[in-house]
């Protein structure tokens, strides 16, 4: 799974604020509103999801790489950057996880 990183979040957030709204880190936190599916009602960083994940059953929970997997040229969720699509100097702000049942 790939959510946004509550941890990456604050990082920007008490480094530069909210000056880029929705285009930013608000849309991360908030999701970008742009129709009635598009908003976030949960935040996770990874102790938290992971204690979620384990605590419904999973057994194993790590961090997985985009990098490492097929959709590498598919430029979704996984690969979310600020600024957008630094991907060799901006920040990763999704948290991705990968759980064993």
Same mark, same amino acid.
């Given at each position: &799974?790939?959510?946004? $990183?509550?941890?990456?979040?604050?990082?920007? *957030?008490?480094?530069?604020?909210?000056? $880029?709204?929705?285009?930013?880190?608000?849309?991360?936190?908030?999701?970008?509103?742009?129709?009635?599916?598009? #908003?976030?009602? &949960?935040? #996770?960083?990874?102790? #938290?999801? +992971?204690?979620?994940?384990?605590?419904?059953? #999973?057994?194993?929970? /790590? /961090?997985?790489?985009?990098?490492? +997997?097929? %959709? +590498? %040229?598919?430029?979704?969720?996984?690969?979310? *950057?600020?600024?957008? &699509?630094?991907?060799? %100097?901006?920040?990763? &702000?999704?948290?991705?996880?990968?759980?064993?049942?």
């Amino acid at each position: &799974m790939s959510v946004p $990183d509550l941890a990456a979040c604050a990082k920007i *957030y008490y480094g530069q604020g909210l000056a $880029d709204g929705l285009n930013g880190v608000v849309g991360f936190i908030v999701g970008g509103q742009r129709d009635e599916y598009d #908003f976030h009602k &949960m935040i #996770f960083d990874e102790p #938290f999801l +992971t204690a979620a994940l384990l605590q419904i059953g #999973f057994s194993e929970v /790590r /961090r997985w790489d985009w990098r490492d +997997t097929g %959709h +590498t %040229h598919v430029d979704d969720y996984s690969q979310s *950057y600020l600024p957008h &699509m630094d991907k060799d %100097h901006g920040l990763q &702000m999704s948290l991705n996880l990968e759980a064993v049942k």
